[in-house]
């Protein structure tokens, strides 16, 4: 159960567009259609964006997309803006019925 | 509206226990595996048990397995996680969250937390 990779940080400009990748294993990211991406802002509880690779949940804006090939998953985020600023986490399923995160990456919104 | 409220956490010496407790609301709890995650101060998410919607099936993170203990009680709308042996590697805020359906599905819902402290 190690935990997934994911870039440490990440910036962009306002309107620009970012990704994040996030890299696991034929245990996990390889196996299933299973990753979900994590927003959290300080201080506050994270909150699903993506999940089952790219699909999104009501409410969330559709500058938020999801995607993944062999072993890595992607967030982007289009139309950078302000508020988008936070830590995002991608989490897959993994064998055993267990879930692994990644470690977590800081985007600024420069 | 789905609430999710924990209770328990606090202030206890390495190789003691705690029960955390989450208290479910507005959604059909029975229906629905839960799941533990922490935060360690200042650090990232990590998965630590989930529960499938009958309390049948459990599940744990390698670093808990054997000290922790996930149950649910669907009469009472509450999940638990028992936490014995606790070492100061634990010491983190520890959100329960609702899946969206069953326990490899992702989760949709968040408590706010409560902390627990394994300090001597």
């Known amino acids: 159960q190690s935990a997934l990779t994911q870039p440490a940080s990440v910036s962009g400009s306002p309107g620009q567009s970012i990704t994040i990748s996030c890299t696991g294993t034929?245990?996990?990211?390889?196996?299933?259609?299973?990753v979900s991406w994590y927003q959290q802002h300080p201080g506050k509880v994270p909150k699903v964006m993506i999940y089952e690779g790219s699909k999104r949940p009501s409410g969330v804006s559709n500058r938020f997309s999801g995607s993944k090939s062999g072993n890595t998953a992607s967030l982007t985020i289009s139309g950078l803006q302000a508020e988008d600023e936070a830590d995002y986490y991608c989490c897959s399923y993994a064998r055993s019925s267990t879930w692994v995160f990644g470690g977590g990456t800081k985007l600024t919104v420069l | 509206e789905v609430q999710l409220v924990e209770s328990g956490g606090g202030l206890v010496q390495p190789g003691g226990s705690l029960r955390l407790s989450c208290a479910a609301s507005?959604?059909?709890?029975?229906?629905?595996?839960m799941t533990w995650v922490r935060q360690a101060p200042g650090k990232g998410l990590e998965w630590v048990s989930a529960i499938g919607a009958s309390g049948a099936s459990t599940y744990y993170a390698d670093s808990v397995k054997g000290r922790f203990t996930i149950s649910r009680d669907n009469s009472k709308n509450t999940l638990y996680l028992q936490m014995n042996s606790l070492r100061a590697e634990d010491t983190a805020l520890f959100y329960c969250a609702k899946h969206m359906s069953s326990s490899s599905s992702p989760f949709d819902y968040w408590g706010q937390g409560t902390l627990v402290t394994v300090s001597s």
């Open positions: 034929s245990s996990d990211v390889g196996s299933y259609n299973l």
């Open positions: 507005g959604f059909t709890f029975s229906s629905y595996a």
